[in-house]
């Protein structure tokens, strides 16, 4: 089965920051400074206290499946929430691993995928997660 093709994400100057990191296969979380809490998606602004007040931080890319299902489409391909060791939980796809390994509860790890852009080029790398 071939790879299954990804589409880049939109880039703009508040998520730059972000995809650059990915880019580099680092995964990043927005930090609160005021609550010492992070959080997903990177943002301008703590969901917290609503205060500017907020850093972008590397993660750990380490996390537990929450929940998860298998899309079963024209190429299959499994969902899952990832609920990082920092507490953040992502929605994301679970990749490198047999549909039938997926388990509620199993170690995870980030890894980063190719995206391909409207043109059929190279876009940022996506964050995904495989058995750890």
Known sequence: ?????????????????????????????????????HFFYPRGASPFTLSPNV???????????????????????ACAYVELDEGPRLFTNIVDCAF???RIG???RVVFKPTQDAEGGPGAPMPMFAPA
């Open 1 to 37: 089965m071939s790879e299954r093709i990804i589409a880049a994400p939109v880039i703009d100057a508040s998520t730059k920051p972000f995809w650059d990191a990915a880019g580099e296969g680092r995964l990043m979380l927005g930090l609160c400074r005021d609550t010492q809490k």
């Open 55 to 77: 850093e972008l931080v590397p993660a750990s890319g380490l996390g537990t499946i929450y929940s998860y299902t298998v899309m079963r489409v024209a190429e299959p391909y």
């Open 100 to 102: 039938e390994e997926i």
């Open 106 to 108: 199993m170690r995870v």
